[in-house]
């Protein structure tokens, strides 16, 4: 059988002298792996077009138990993104976590969208590193099933309150008055960071990316949705780590 696609490659993996294994996010089948034969070679235009981080229209024969891609055209490469090493460890970090999150064998636009998105903003520096790595994990999680509960405090139900705390274990935020109440661990993010990550996972997707935030608000924000990732989700990522030693 033969399938025409879009897709992002989140890894890759030489095989051999002349072939590759692929990772791909394929919009119409989500994650794939596949293999690309003959993609070493220079002049192929395979090469290029199935090398890590590159969106790209595959035309992929999927034998009885694998996939074999026939053909390439990139789109698009994020060239800048390989000249600046933070931000091209982060976009190896949202293709391990992509990779971990998305679905196999089903339509993958919402995952597909996200990541493009992510990387185009990342590539162009309009956002901060801090603010898309929050957005990309909150909104990731929240697609696949791991939304949390930002609508109002856990215990009263009051939607605004001078303190509010965010509940990384069950998801949850819960006010000041009601802290006391509540045995589980709580991070203070104030109504700048909880309006921040409500907008983040309730907005339209076409909005996710405005909304501004201080500096240390943005900071704040990046820690939170890390450790609610980690807290929901219990597994390392390589490349997590390898963004942190790049950035500190
Ligand atoms: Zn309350």
């Known amino acids: 059988m ?21 990772t791909v996010l394929t919009r119409s089948h989500g994650i794939i792996r596949a293999f690309v034969k003959g993609a070493k070679n220079i002049k192929s235009s ?20 694998k996939y074999i891609i026939d053909d390439a055209v990139t789109q698009e490469m994020f060239f800048k993104l390989r000249e600046d090493i933070e931000k091209l460890s ?16 089903e339509n993958a636009e919402p995952y597909l969208r996200l990541i493009l998105n992510t990387l185009y903003f990342l590539t162009n520096g309009k956002r901060s590193n801090d603010i898309l790595k929050a957005i990309f994990e909150l909104r990731i999680l929240s ?34 008055d009601c802290l006391r109440k509540s ?20 907005s339209p997707f076409e909005k996710i990316y405005s909304f501004t935030l201080d500096n240390e608000g943005e900071r704040l924000l990046e820690r939170v949705s890390e ?22």
Do not use: W
């Open 183 to 202: 045995g589980e661990t709580a991070i203070e993010t104030g109504m700048g960071v909880t309006t921040a990550m409500r907008h983040i996972i309730y």
């Open 143 to 176: 697609i696949s099933g791991y939304m949390p509960d930002l609508i109002c405090c856990k215990e009263c139900g009051c939607y605004e309150a001078e303190k509010m705390y965010f509940q990384p274990v069950s998801g949850t935020i819960i006010c000041g």
């Open 2 to 22: 033969k399938l025409t696609t879009d897709g992002l490659i989140i890894s890759e993996m030489n095989i051999g002298e002349q072939d590759r294994l692929v």
């Open 46 to 65: 395979k090469n290029a077009a199935t090398g890590l981080l590159c969106y790209s229209r595959l035309d992929i024969f999927s034998g009885r138990d």
């Open 90 to 105: 982060l976009a190896q970090y949202f293709c391990e976590l992509m990779g971990y999150l998305a679905p196999e064998n």
């Open 227 to 248: 450790i609610y990732m980690l807290t929901r989700i219990d597994k390392s990522f390589t490349a997590l780590k390898f963004y942190k030693t790049m950035k500190s």
